[in-house]
């Protein structure tokens, strides 16, 4: 098949899907919201094995290298104490350096930013994206890769329906290493380490600098902290320092200070003293809601869905990046077995949605696991 493939959506699992396809020989542009480059987004990830077979896909396996190593596990007490500790060397490569190493693969004439996808319909013979300037593109099958907030998704699952937001949050920081205070540095470097307790479960580690860094000096801790929350204080957590209402997350920057000092306050009131300054050491913190989301399809006539615009996984499986891969993968590999779209899309579809209800179960069960309301 000769298809033109539009891909709604270009972080990660937009561009797997854009370079997998280009290079299979269809004509892939991708088009992304954001105003500017998604670099400096990501802290490190845990690259499971569908991302190593997507780096040698691409012929880039020395991305695998750029990333730094916790060579134990270990569990604090509030007190501080190490309570238990396990040898359990684990790599996190840069999100930073996978992301720009994928969008240098696709043509800057096939990648383009400022481009807000508002609407999208689809029949048998075809689908088209109307964008929020107003103008439309038509194509012969249109991937939604355009993560929890999907557009595109209402398309094949329907209006009203989409993620499940579960009672909890996380709370995040990536701080330099050098602003990390000698004693917190001393306990939680070099290793991933955990504490859990009622209505709180943190962990935390080193993850590459800015620009994939990992020579000791250069690196980032990255502090993700649990916190249940009912929905009204969500809603209220939610706004930002412009007064908008977000409905997933508020990146770096966008907290109200008053409600950053009060995580710092409570970090220091609940966690352990080398968490609460971790916490303390970061001027930006961040928040993202967490959300289930298992729907029973994933395409609809010349629209297929793609990572968390398909299926919204808790962190806790660490699996996102790999999911998204997983998917691209197949779509590839379904388009270049059946010559009729509708076909691939149906293999593709009987693939990928058990694949990824098993991952939103998996992280339903471990965060059953956690004394957090609502998990």
Do not use: C
Not at 230 to 259: M, N, Q, W, Y
């Amino acid at each position: 098949m000769s298809l033109r493939i539009l891909v709604v959506g270009g972080s990660i699992g937009g561009l797997f899907a854009a370079v997998l396809l280009a290079r299979a020989g269809f004509d892939v542009t991708v088009t992304e919201r954001s105003e500017h480059w998604l670099e400096g987004r990501g802290a490190g990830l845990v690259a499971q094995r569908e991302v190593f077979a997507m780096l040698r896909e691409a012929g880039i396996e020395h991305v695998a290298r750029v990333g730094v190593t916790a060579y134990e596990r270990i569990h604090l007490d509030r007190q501080g104490t190490i309570i238990r500790r396990e040898h359990m060397p684990q790599t996190q490569l840069s999100w930073d350096v996978l992301f720009r190493t994928f969008r240098d693969l696709v043509p800057d004439a096939r990648y383009r930013i400022k481009a807000k996808a508002v609407m999208v319909q689809s029949d048998g013979s075809g689908a088209r994206v109307r964008y929020a300037d107003g103008h439309e593109e038509t194509a012969d099958l249109i991937v939604g890769a355009d993560g929890i907030g999907s557009v595109v998704r209402e398309t094949v699952t329907g209006a009203g329906v989409g993620p499940r937001y579960v009672g909890y949050a996380t709370w995040r920081g990536l701080v330099p290493e050098t602003e990390m205070p000698a004693s917190a540095a001393h306990q939680l470097f070099d290793r991933f380490a955990f504490h859990d307790g009622p209505g709180s479960h943190i962990l935390g580690y080193l993850v590459p600098g800015a620009n994939g860094a990992t020579e000791p000096g250069r690196r980032r801790y990255n502090w993700v902290w649990y916190r249940p929350y009912a929905i009204a204080d969500l809603d209220r957590i939610l706004v930002d320092t412009g007064g908008v209402k977000r409905p997933f997350s508020l990146a770096p920057g966008h907290v109200r200070p008053e409600i950053a000092r009060l995580v710092r306050t409570q970090a220091a009131e609940l966690l352990p003293a080398s968490f609460a300054a971790a916490v303390a050491a970061e001027p930006r913190p961040f928040i993202h809601a967490i959300f289930d989301h298992a729907p029973p399809r994933m395409v609809s006539a010349r629209v297929a869905l793609l990572g968390d615009a398909a299926f919204v996984a808790r962190p806790h499986t660490a699996m996102g990046v790999a999911k998204a891969a997983g998917d691209a993968f197949a779509l590839r590999d379904a388009l270049l077995a059946h010559r009729d779209i509708g076909a691939a899309l149906a293999a593709y579809q009987a693939e990928r949605v058990p694949a990824g209800q098993a991952i939103v179960a998996y992280g339903q069960r471990l965060g059953r696991g956690l004394d957090l309301a609502g998990s």
